[in-house]
């Protein structure tokens, strides 16, 4: 009557671990539905790029959406898309210049925007405008 107990404790365990695997919600993948995504991964997680437009961009240079993003003429909202604004390129070339910047000088084998271990930031220059100020460089 051992060898039963064993095949019995056996099998109870290997029904309650399959039972445990299908029971787990698989992870959500990252949204990739972002279109014209040139200098940040395209499979950015929606939380990290929101949280990078509004830590970086917004609160940095002090802007909203509509600065660097060209307005939809249908819903009025932004055009994350487009590429109808220069500003929207000028802020892809910041970006690779503060990677740049960040590997260069500051020895960041994989400088990432968003990143907090960034020496350079928007911030660095921008201090919270559109456009920096140039009259303290030195």
């Not at 404790?9 to 029904?15: D, E, F, N, Q, R």
């Not at 201090?127 to 920096?132: E, I, R």
């Amino acid at each position: 009557m051992y060898l039963p107990r064993k095949i019995i404790a056996i099998t109870t365990l290997s029904v309650t671990v399959v039972a445990g695997i299908a029971a787990v919600k698989p992870a959500n993948p990252p949204d990739t539905n972002f279109k014209n995504l040139k200098v940040l991964p395209k499979n950015i997680p929606s939380k990290d790029l929101s949280r990078i437009m509004v830590d970086e961009f917004q609160d940095d240079l002090g802007v909203s959406c509509n600065f660097c993003h060209a307005e939809n003429k249908d819903t009025h909202k932004p055009d994350y898309a487009s590429d109808e604004k220069p500003e929207k390129q000028i802020a892809r070339v910041m970006m690779r210049m503060t990677m740049s910047l960040n590997k260069k000088y500051f020895k960041l084998k994989h400088p990432v925007i968003g990143d907090q271990a960034l020496e350079v930031t928007c911030a660095t220059c921008h201090h919270g405008k559109p456009h920096p100020d140039n009259t303290d460089v030195q």
